[in-house]
């Protein structure tokens, strides 16, 4: 019997209609337009503007686009795993919020948290339920609402965030195509230079965190710079030897949106051209979970069946990770 794969078969994205520029910025903090784009490549983000609205609202948009494409109905669905650093809640999932609100009444799931590797990890996961034939439809999501912990006062951290969501519908295939190999890794060690400081079980919040603003993230930005530029490249590099692809055979990369400078040191590694590597981030800069769901968004009506797909991230943990895939339609 052909063994079951993966596949790709509906991307759907959304972002925020408020675009915060750097122009913005310079006026809330010490730092220029020039300063950004030179040393991140990013232009503006978007943020989720409204009282009461979190990150189940972006992906239900994202969700909704992809089924209204393929012409689902929600109560097909049968899964939903929902990657996110910046859930509605502590609990519940935020995956079962978007179930409710999308009227995906049929479908079990929960969150995924690794940060911006998240995709990849919730993909990976959600891929082992088509593949052991378990579910026909299961619904990926990467979603943040990263204004919700970000310290505008922080220059070094701020800049770089912004707010969006993105999904993509994974149903069997048996012709090959598909998700083919993943490379996930994890390193807690990593956790000092990039993680929110209060509001878990270590430190819950009191008037006390509040005030020290440690309810936002905080980023040694150096520190991670360094390993996200070696670990994204390898790992990447990682795969293509693994599954014998080179800078001819590899189609796209995907690579998580944290700053151009690290994408710019995988396309290198990978020896791939620019115009074979998926950018976005000038406008909408590191939206952690949405970033490489957005990609796809982006590129959808450029991929082509049969193109060869290298996703790859790092982010706090540290995570980080590649996946290949083997696009479908
Ligand atoms: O997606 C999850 C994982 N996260 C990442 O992958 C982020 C990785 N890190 C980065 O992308 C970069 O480290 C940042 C973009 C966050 C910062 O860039 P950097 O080139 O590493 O800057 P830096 O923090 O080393 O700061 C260099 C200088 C400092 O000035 P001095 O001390 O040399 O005088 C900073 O104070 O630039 C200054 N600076 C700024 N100046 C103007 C830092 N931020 C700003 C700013 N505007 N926004």
Known sequence: MQKIHAAITAVGGYVPEYILTNAELETMMDTTDEWIQSRTGIKERRILKGEGKGSSDM???????????RGIDPKEIEMVICATTTPDMQFPATANVI??????????????????????????????????????????????????????????????????AGCVLLEPNTDGYGLIDSVLRTDGSGRVFLHQK???????????????????????GQAVFKFAVKNMADVAADIMARNNLTAETVDWLVPHQANKRIINATADRMNLPAEKVMVNIERFGNTTNGTLPLCLWEWESKLKKGDNLVLAAFGGGFTWGSTYIRWAY
């Open 59 to 69: 992906a239900v948009m994202a969700v909704q686009n992809l089924l209204e494409k």
């Open 99 to 164: 179930c409710d609100k999308a009227g995906m009444t049929n479908a079990w799931g929960y969150d995924v948290s690794a940060a911006c590797s998240g995709f990849l990890f919730a993909l990976t996961i959600g891929s082992q339920f088509i593949e052991t034939g378990r579910h026909k439809k299961v619904i990926v999501i990467g979603v943040d609402k990263m204004s919700s912990i970000m310290n505008y006062e922080d220059r070094k951290t701020a800049i770089i965030f912004g707010d969006g």
């Open 198 to 220: 209060a509001g878990g079980s270590v430190k819950p919040a009191t008037l006390e965190t509040v005030m020290n603003k440690e309810h936002y993230v905080y980023q040694e």
